[in-house]
RNA sequence: GGCUGGGUAGCUCAGCUGGUUAGAGCGCACGACUCAUAAUCGUGAGGUCGGGGGUUCGAGUCCCCCCCCAGCUACCA
């Protein structure tokens, strides 16, 4: 029982929000739930970055402010939240004034620190585009990428932030703690880029305005990565009016991210926090990409899976059991309409559905649906499950951590078979037996769904509900005799008879 | 090129420090049952564990070489 601080990446206003966005989120939200059902006192942070240059060209693009078209599309990030049942605490926005002060209080002091410093950043400049080209992106021959002419050598005056100056507390705390970045293999890549010995980075921009100032001398704005990863900081300070949350929160448990990401995240954003004179945060875990037929995501490749299009034929529930189930959580995995489509009918439907409907029914027709408060069985199949569930979540292995349920829920299935209650119904002298065997199955299906709430919010309340067992504390997640008096009446969870979508 | 992961049944993947006939889920075939959303349960087919050497009484599991895939190898957010 402590307190418990996980945030998603903020996600950059630039494009329409995607599946990776609510992939993000929604392992971040099953986290976060499943936290506050051990009784933790948790803290969820998402929102958006607004900041930067392409925001500010898209807008000039579109011929709109910057701001415009950051409220704009902030409000698209935010609406997607509740549709996909994330529980997030604060929706932070990089141009809210509270952020931008803090950002600037945070790197005034690393610069009052000595890690702060004035120089020349050299580089391809397209006169075109008014930016610096990285040595990955120009074509052959000096070219810009997008308009194909010759870039220009430039040099322009920036702040640099001392990156270099913490090679050596950034491997230590490489060694000291293994599990700072996981999957493993990713705190190897982000170690060896650190061994390979950091250069400083530049921390303003001289030719943007759209940023966060730099408060001592006001022709620069910040580099929007060091604006945006102080989101996670600053967000604590102003989340809740008249409250600051920081001393309670600060450093986070988790920070989730995507492998994209990583380097800001594993290098610099410690870096920047020592510094600072803060404390590093617990752990970053990366997750992979969701693949469409083994291809990247993309618009221009048609092969988009749009999760809005999803929930709304098929409900968040079954959106965000998909894509922990299907996919290795931590590494790249495909996914498909198809896929989709079977798992939803396999195991939704005609897994825990199927399960919930037959128990129920049969408490109802057998019992009147009063539910005998027996000891069940079964106990040797969900000891300790719990606790191994529990233990895997902590190691931010989420698939191996559905698989257990689903197990029991197979499980649960076959222990239907191999009892046949019909068949103990049809004489009374098999009474006590049939009382356990009901007893049995609900406690059973009651327990799975306490294990299931954080993936299946709104599944497992309308299930709970039905049992009148609405608590979903993780302590209950234990098979225990009594605990459900009565059942109603349920509607299948997880309905068969869907029609297509319509065609858009 | 270097580094890091990975290549195991049609598909998605488990297989810890080497040890009985290599496993699971899904899919498929056949069978059983009827409480249930024609759901469920059982049985089965079947894979030279990327290729080749080697160590060992014994290797998917260790060593060497090779092939293939992905990521990283710094300032796009």
């Not at 580099?223 to 945006?228: C, G, I, M, N, Q």
């Not at 409250?243 to 995240?265: N, R, S």
């Not at 000891?375 to 199949?381: A, F, G, I, S, V």
């Amino acid at each position: 029982m402590g307190s418990f601080y996980i945030t998603t990446p903020i996600y950059y206003v630039n494009a329409a929000p995607h599946m990776g966005h609510a992939y993000t989120t929604i392992a971040a939200d099953v986290i976060a739930r499943h936290h506050r059902q051990r009784g933790d006192d948790v803290f969820f942070l998402t929102g958006v970055d607004e900041h930067g240059e392409p925001v500010a060209n898209a807008a000039e693009a579109q011929g709109m402010t910057p701001q415009a078209l950051a409220d704009l599309n902030s409000e698209r990030f935010r609406a997607l939240m509740p549709r996909l049942n994330a529980s997030n605490d604060f929706f932070i926005r990089t141009t809210d004034p509270e952020h931008k002060a803090k950002v600037q209080e945070v790197l005034t002091r690393i610069k009052d620190n000595g890690f702060v410093y004035k120089d020349h950043y050299e580089g391809w400049y397209c006169p075109r585009c008014a930016d610096f080209k990285s040595e990955n992106e120009i074509e052959d021959s000096n070219r810009c990428p997008i308009h194909h002419i010759e870039l220009t050598r430039e040099q322009e005056e920036n702040y640099f932030f001392k990156l270099s100056a913490f090679q050596e507390r950034l491997e230590q705390l490489y060694a000291d703690n293994p599990d700072f970045v996981g999957p493993r293999h990713r705190a190897n890549e982000a170690l060896a880029f650190i061994k390979g010995g950091l250069q400083d980075v530049s921390l303003s921009r001289a030719k943007l305005t759209w940023g966060v100032e730099v408060p001592w001398d006001t022709e620069h704005v910040f580099y929007v990565w060091f604006d945006a990863l102080l989101n996670y900081y600053t967000a604590l300070s102003y989340a809740r009016p008249g409250e600051d949350l920081t001393e309670k929160f600060w450093p986070p448990q988790l920070h989730v991210i995507g492998k994209d990401i990583l380097k800001f995240h594993a290098v610099f954003w410690p870096a920047l926090l020592m510094a600072a004179d803060l404390p590093v945060p617990e752990r970053i875990y990366i997750h992979g990409y969701l693949l469409m037929d083994g291809e990247k995501m993309s618009k221009s490749l048609g092969n988009v899976l749009d999760p809005l299009v999803v929930i709304d034929r098929f409900g968040t529930d079954a959106l965000r059991h998909y894509v922990l189930r299907d996919v290795t959580f931590g590494q790249d995995g495909s996914v498909s309409t198809e896929a989709f489509e079977q798992r939803y009918e396999s195991e939704l439907a005609n897994g825990l559905g199927n399960l919930a409907s037959r128990c129920i029914a049969m408490v109802r027709k057998y019992r009147d649906g009063a539910v005998p408060a027996v000891q069940p069985e079964l106990r040797e199949d969900f000891d300790g499950l719990a606790g191994e569930v529990a233990a895997l979540i902590d190691r931010a292995e989420l698939t191996p951590a559905l698989e257990l349920v689903w197990e029991r829920v197979r499980r649960l299935n076959r222990y239907v078979e191999e009892t046949a209650p019909w068949t103990l119904a049809n004489d009374p002298a098999n009474a006590e037996r049939l009382d356990v065997v009901l007893a049995t199955l609900v406690e059973g299906l009651r327990v799975v769904a306490v294990l299931l709430a954080s993936v299946l919010p709104e599944t497992t309340e309308k299930l709970l509900a039905t049992l009148g067992a609405p608590d979903t504390a993780y302590a209950g997640a234990t098979l225990t005799a009594g605990t459900v008096a009565q059942v109603q009446a349920l509607a299948p969870l997880f309905p068969k008879d869907i029609p297509a979508a319509a065609p858009a």
